[in-house]
């Protein structure tokens, strides 16, 4: 079956701009985290998503950052008034359920001029 | 916030040897993850260990969790050149619903 898909998979913008970044899941998992990732270091935690909710979203860097998931389905993380250190890897990751196993999209790399 | 810290970061053997990789935590948690990572490419799911005592393999690869030791191994038999890439361990916060990922250790098996 279809795996995880992000879009885009690159996007340069300036800085101040506002950027969306989609994550379409596995069908059917219930559970859907977002990461960010720079280069040489692992992912970085931002949100996870249990349904419709944001179970958690500690890990966004500060309210610049944002994202929903209306239906339980695809989600969007949003930044706004983007900045040069927002630039790196995002990643989406689905799974059944909470403590499943996560299946990671191909991420969106977004570099800010 | 939970640390996760993995050695070596770097790690160069040769084909047909073994070696092991560590990966320790700093809090309560009984729920681990290992992760491969191709260049340019996202990450692939390796292991699930949900429990302490927990030990898996798949092919060349062989992960175990002590969670009293807050540590989880991940070793390699007879490593092939196949088996480059950077491997990730995530740890799943039990009071939480983060996930913390280690700082990965860069594998290169040379022929």
């Known amino acids: 079956g279809a795996g995880v898909s992000q879009t885009p998979s690159n996007k340069v913008t300036e800085k101040g701009k506002y950027v969306e970044l989609r994550c379409d899941p596995i069908s059917g998992h219930t559970a859907l985290y977002w990461y960010r990732q720079s280069l040489g270091q692992g992912p970085e935690f931002l949100i996870y998503?249990?349904?419709?909710?944001?179970?958690?979203d500690s890990g966004l860097p500060n309210d610049r950052f944002f994202a929903v998931r209306p239906e339980g389905s695809v989600s969007t993380l949003k930044i706004q008034r983007t900045e040069r250190g927002d630039s790196a890897v995002y990643l989406c990751?689905?799974?059944?359920?909470?403590?499943?196993?996560?299946?990671f999209g191909p991420g969106t790399r977004l570099t800010v001029l | 916030e939970l640390k996760v810290e993995q050695n070596p970061l770097f790690l160069s053997m040769q084909e047909g040897k073994n070696y092991t990789i560590y990966c320790n935590y700093s809090t309560t948690s009984d729920r681990l993850y290992w992760y491969r990572q191709d260049p340019g490419k996202s990450l692939e799911s390796l292991f699930v260990?949900?429990?302490?005592?927990a030990v898996k393999q798949e092919g060349r690869l062989m992960a175990s969790l002590d969670t009293k030791a807050r540590l989880s191994t991940l070793h390699i038999t007879a490593a092939v050149h196949d088996l480059s890439a950077t491997y990730f361990c995530a740890v799943d916060m039990s009071t939480g619903n983060q996930f913390y990922f280690g700082t990965g250790t860069s594998l290169t098996v040379i022929p």
């Open positions: 260990l949900l429990s302490n005592g």
């Open positions: 998503f249990q349904g419709t909710g944001a179970a958690d």
């Open positions: 990751a689905s799974s059944r359920d909470r403590v499943g196993e996560q299946f």
